[in-house]
C-alpha cells in the first residue's frame, strides 16, 4: 500500500527467524540447551546460525541429529569457524573471553541475513522467540540494533560506579540479547570519536578497539556501549524481562517488567546455571536440560519446575518464583490449545 513502511526483505525473514550464537571452550552443553529452549517455545521455522570452534562442530552436528524428527523439522542449521574479517585474530580473541569478539563481525560475515537475534550461550528462552523477533516491526527509522539496560538502579550499576570509557545511558548495555537490524547496520555511517565524518560498521571496529583496549574489562559489550554512546538514536532499548539476569533479584527484585509479565529470556550469567549461588536459574536450566522432547510440557517441565522452586524460596530470587513460572505457563497453555484444537479438528468427523 502508498506510504506504508515496509521491513527491508519482509517475505524471506517472514520464513524464517535468524538466531546466532558463539560457542568455544566447555560451552558445549550450554548452547545446545539454549537452542532445544527455543525450538521447544517458538511457533515460526527457525534458523540456528553456530559460530563454534573447529572441534565443537562435529559435536553440534551429532547432538542436532539426534533430536527427534518433530522438532528438528522446526529449525535449519549452519555451523561457521571462527573468524575475524579486521584487524588482528589473536588480539580479537585475547578480547574478554576467546571468541566473544565474534559478535562484532555477524553483519560482514551473514550479509544475505536481513535480521539476527545474538545470544549468549547462558540464554534459555522462557517464550517463543516469535515474540522478541516482532520487536524488530517496532524500530523506528534510525533503530539498527536493539539490546537491554546492564543495570536498572544506576548507583549499583557496573558501569556508572567504575567505567573508564563512553557507555550508553545512565547504566550501559548488556549485550547478551541482541537484536539486529543486519541490513541497516552495513548501510550505516556511524559517528565515532576517530573520524568526524563516520565510519561503516566494519571499518570502526579494530581502530575503535586500538583506541580504547586498556580501558574496556568486558570486551566486546564494551565496544558496543561506545558505538552507542556516539549513536544513540541507533538503539531500540528493550526492557530487563528481555535480558533477566540474576543482577535483577539479587540486591532485591529491581525488574518491574519481570515482576508484571514474568521473565520472557533468563541469562544465567556468572556461571550459576553450574554453581549453587542462584539455586533458582540452576533448576530452570536442569528442568529444561533433563526435559525429554517428546514428553508433556507441563508433567515433564512445568511440575518438575514447580517442585524445584520450593527448594530455592529461602533465596532473594527464589521467592518470586511467579516471575520465573509466568511466561512458561502461558506458553504452554498456548502450546496445549492449538494441539488440542488441532487433535480435535482432524478427528471432528461431523
Known sequence: KPGEQKHPKEPSSLQCMHLAVVACGDRLEETLIMLKSAVLFSNRRLCFHIFAEDSLKPEFEKKLKEWPSSYTKKFESNIYPITFSVGNAQEWKKLFKPCAAQRLFLPVILKDVDSLLYVDTDVLFLRPIDDIWQLLREFNSTQLAAMAPEHEIPKIG???RFARHP?????GLNSGVMLMNLTRIRSTRFKNSLIPGGLTWEEMLYPLYQKYKNYITWGDQDLLNIIFYFNPECLYVFPCQWNYRPDHCMYGSNCRGAEQDGVSILHGNRGVYHDDKQPTFKALYEV??????EDNLFQSLY???QSKFLDTV?????RIPQVFLKQIEKTMKKVYENRVIVYLGANHKY
Open 158 to 160: 557496573w558501569y556508572s
Open 167 to 171: 557507555y550508553y545511558g545512565s547504566t
Open 288 to 293: 529444561i536440560r533433563d526435559f525429554p522432547f
Open 303 to 305: 511440575y518438575p519446575l
Open 314 to 318: 529461602h533465596t532473594l530470587c527464589g
